[in-house]
């Protein structure tokens, strides 16, 4: 999809502020600054280079100042507010247009100059390339000067303080990091330029709202009147030539490959199969893929990859990426659970989740159900036989089976569903106890052992009574008929009946166990009071405890995160519960649904979805501008109304 943002889009400087672009390369770094060319975010930048694959990330390149100057008249073509009282840079003024197409344009049309800016990054390396064009029809001589502003700090980091770079011959040095910058037009270094930017995004989340930049060396382009030239600049952290150009061409070819391998048709379908390679990365860790949970917040973690896997890699053909991340997942098992966090450095894994290993045995035969892989089902047969023997006998986290054969888990202070908020020793979502969606998880991966037990030869008799057992634990327990919708939770405390969105999964599971009255009742209930055309609220607006804002400090936004936030990827399952419940009409029903999605990939970043938005109002995304389940769980719904 080709997404345009002019003048109209730009009116003030708030509103050339509002969306981003998200390029990546493979190894969790990644560019991003906004459609008018600011930075009101101190994780966004030209360069953030993966020093570490794919979690020690380094913001080099903050952002470039950019002036033209025409005869005897210089403006912007930047744009940045500052904290310290300087004027903010206007070039939003003299944009034409800002356009996305899997990789952004920019167009300035002013006194009879015309020039064009473009970016792309290069695949498994740290590196970035800007190609300028400038057509000179002003009948003067005119000259863009660039300067580059550094930070040299951690992703998520302000610079508060000034620091050393030093400047030679287009090598940029700091503490551990060296930058090299290359050009074909005039370059030298220059006393440093220190500026206080403004992060307005962040002060919307009470995050640190200002932060400092460094500029020690300057880049000029002079064009004569009638003149038209192009040359690029590029930032590497490596000392090999760069060429821009190729880099352009090898990004459309690998974005053609990837919309040929994923073979859907759908214009929303085939933008969000290239929104989904944003997220697979390579760990250096373990040597293998991995899925980034979200840009630009968030790493890698277990229970995200579970239910990003099957959307990012499977409906979108990348079989042998999904099998590269099931095999690490695979070899960190422990004690029946596998890690949500993985190890950096001398640390360890953690395994504090529940629902990754459940979700794991799940991925395997979403991946098998595609492939046809048996080979790869007997090699994953022992670390599920780990898991459901550990689930039974109890394991860490106070995850076990109780005697009906339900699972209940967590204990004290430790959330380990996906609802793991605690604000300073508070849970806004205590699930202590049987969480609905870890029991349909429980049922589909005994369902699943059953089946697998064919292939590996052994004897699935007891997965299948297990299962038996669990299914009538769980009508017996989790539905209230009289209500028509499942329990949250069963904990003996005034949450258990909430309505939540977590009940959706005992319907979109390969195997559940309601009846298909039973099933209709409960995604009807999640339509009337959870569903907005942009996601799943967290809880319904009818329950005392909803919170339909969210924004502030962490405090205050975590106390709203899971209680009436509108998040995008359970929709996923909504959808995908919807189609098992209504029949043959119901592919056309939920393709309409889904035009609601062209809006949000246009609002916030260009061409990605969301984490969440708020509960009352779901008009502007919040948290990670770019989220992995939220598109891979919308792939699948494609997926399902294209190929099944």
Sequence with gaps: MRFIYGKQDMRTIERAQENCFLLTNALGGYASVMGGYAVPRCDQGILVAAVKAPNVRINMVHRMQESLTVGDKTLWLSTQQFADGTAAEDGFKHLASFVYDGLPVWTYDVLGVRLTRRMVMAQEKNTTAVLYSIENQSGKDVALNIKPFLKFVPREDVLASKKDFAYNDGIITSGDYTLYVRTGAQMEAIEPVWQLLSYSEDAKDGRTDEGLAAAVCQIVKSVKSGETVSFEVSFSMESA?????????????????????????????????????????????????????GYPLFSDWGRDTMISLPGCTLSTGRYEDAKSILRTFLAYEKDGLVPNLFPEGEAKPMYNTVDAALLLIDAVWQYHRRSGDDAFVVEAWPVMQSIIANYKKGTHHSISMDTDGLIRAGGGLDQVTWMDVCVNGILPTPRHGKPVEINAYWYNALKIMEQFSAITGCDGSDYAALAEQVKASFLEKFYIAHKGYLKDVISGTKSDEQIRCNQIWAVSMPFGMLSPEQERSVVDTVRRHLYTPCGLRTLSPEDPEYHPH???????????????????????????????????????????????????????????LPEIYEGDFPTESKGCFGQAWSVGEILRVFEAIEKE
């Design 241 to 293: 030539a760069v060429d821009g150009q190729a880099l352009i061409d090898a990004h459309y070819a690998r974005q053609e490959k990837l919309l040929a391998e994923a073979g859907l048709s759908d214009p929303m379908a085939r933008q969000l199969v290239l929104a989904a390679d944003a997220y697979i990365a390579r760990r250096d860790s373990t040597n293998g893929k991995t899925i980034l949970a």
């Design 550 to 608: 969210y924004g502030g400090p962490m405090v205050e936004r975590d106390m709203a995160y899971h209680q009436g936030t509108t998040w995008v990827f359970p929709m996923g399952a909504y959808y995908m519960a919807y189609l098992k419940t209504h029949g043959d009409e119901a592919k056309a029903y939920v393709r309409s649904q889904l035009d609601a999605l062209e809006p949000m990939l246009r609002e916030g970043c260009a061409g990605q």
